[in-house]
C-alpha cells in the first residue's frame, strides 16, 4: 500500500497529474517557482525519488528526463482510504465517523459510486439493487 506523498513530493505530483503528459524537471520547476523559492536540483531529486518509489516513470528525452505518472491521483486516493480504513480497529464505525463528516456534496459523489459499482457487479447483494447506466450520473462526469 503507499505511503502518504510528503508536502513536496505531492506538489510535484500535483502537477504531473494535472498536465497528463510526460513532463521534464525544467517545467516542473518554473511552475513550483511560482508560489516559492526552489532550486532545480531539489526538484530533479524529488522526482527522482519519486521514480525509485514508482510513482512515476521516465524516458530519455536527449540530456533529460520526461516523466509520466504511473496512475491517477484518484487511485492515489482510493489506496490511502482503502489502508486507513484497514488499519481500524472497528472499520463500520470508521465508516460512519467517515460519512459523517462529508459534505452534501461529497455524499452525492458517494452515491454515485456506489451505484456504479453496482451496476459493474452482477450479482449485487441483496437490498442494494444494481443501477442501469441510463439516465444516471456518474461519479466521472457529474452533470453529464
Not at 505511503?3 to 513530493?9: K, N, T
Not at 518509489?53 to 516523466?67: N, T
Not at 491521483?73 to 484497514?86: H, P, V
Not at 456534496?105 to 456506489?114: G, I, M, N, P, S
Amino acid at each position: 500500500m503507499p505511503r502518504q506523498l510528503g508536502e513536496l513530493e505531492d506538489a510535484v505530483m500535483t502537477r504531473v497529474w494535472q498536465w497528463n503528459r510526460p513532463v521534464t524537471v525544467r517545467e516542473v520547476l518554473e511552475d513550483l517557482q511560482q508560489e516559492r523559492s526552489i532550486a532545480y536540483t531539489t526538484v530533479m531529486t524529488v522526482m527522482d525519488n519519486l521514480h525509485q518509489k514508482g510513482w512515476v516513470r521516465r524516458e530519455v528525452d536527449g540530456r533529460a528526463y520526461r516523466y509520466t505518472a504511473v496512475s491517477t491521483r484518484a487511485a492515489y486516493s482510493a489506496a490511502l482510504m482503502n489502508e486507513a480504513w484497514a488499519q481500524s480497529d472497528n472499520p463500520a464505525a470508521a465508516l460512519v465517523a467517515f460519512f459523517g463528516m462529508m459534505s452534501a456534496e461529497q455524499r452525492e459523489a458517494l452515491d454515485d459510486a456506489v451505484r456504479m459499482v453496482q451496476r459493474d457487479t452482477p450479482n449485487a447483494p441483496e437490498g442494494l439493487p444494481a443501477t442501469s447506466a441510463e439516465g444516471g450520473e456518474s461519479a466521472a462526469e457529474p452533470g453529464r
